[in-house]
T-cell receptor, first 114, second 115 residues
């Protein structure tokens, strides 16, 4: 079945460091890919998305490129801030058997220290 | 745009009582809404898919008689936890699928504590 695999956290960085959170997926068909962020005590917010191969989603300095050949959608940011501390979820939807349902990865906690 | 609200944001109840959680899409219509459950430091588990005007579709292992879902209008879905027990304590999150897109927008969540 469809699945999303994320790197385990926590990821601990100093402010202004470069961030990469790895995400790979398994799906039939051509899913859309998403990154959601969850700040402490809150629900999920859509961070960025990509709907087809080679698309790059970007928002708030974060980027991720839909790589069909490596089935990956890694999240990157050039310079993290303390306010980026949160849990990041990679997800997919829209594969052949999975229409609108979102399949989430386990989440990666990011902790940024000043 | 694409704001989803949940009410209440937190609730504490006694074992055996029922609790209703509302999920509203404030600025768009949502024919499909989803209900998730999240345990501490874990990912979201899809409980059910709620379609306006029809019965909800429950995921395997989710008791439909315990978690009653009603999608009464294009902007409102409710989840009722019936005869709640301490093991039902969790963070419940809803999302709404914006029409014509594949993007779900999430509510802020409701923390349920059953004593």
């Amino acid at each position: 079945g469809d699945s999303v695999t994320q790197m385990e956290g926590p990821v601990t960085l100093s402010e202004e460091a470069f961030l990469t959170i790895n995400c790979t997926y398994t799906a039939t068909g051509y899913p859309s890919l998403f990154w959601y962020v969850q700040y402490p005590g809150e629900g999920l917010q859509l961070l960025l998305k990509a709907t087809k191969a080679d698309d790059k989603g970007s928002n708030k300095g974060f980027e991720a490129t839909y790589r069909k050949e490596t089935t990956s959608f890694h999240l990157e940011k050039g310079s993290v801030q303390v306010s980026d501390s949160a849990v990041y979820f990679c997800a997919l939807s829209g594969s052949s058997f999975n229409t609108d349902k979102l399949i989430f990865g386990t989440g990666t906690r990011l902790q940024v220290f000043p | 745009g694409a704001v989803v609200s949940q009410h209440p944001s937190w609730v504490i109840c006694k074992s055996g009582t029922s609790v209703k959680i509302e999920c509203r899409s404030l600025d768009f219509q949502a024919t499909t809404m989803f209900w998730y459950r999240q345990f501490p430091k874990q990912s979201l588990m899809l409980m059910a898919t709620s379609n306006e005007g029809s019965k909800a579709t429950y995921e395997q292992g989710v008791e439909k008689d315990k978690f009653l879902i009603n999608h009464a209008s294009l902007t409102l879905s409710t989840l009722t936890v019936t005869s709640a027990h301490p093991e039902d304590s969790s963070f419940y999150i809803c999302s709404a699928l914006r029409g014509g897109t594949d993007t779900q927008y999430f509510g802020p969540g409701t923390r349920l504590t059953v004593l």
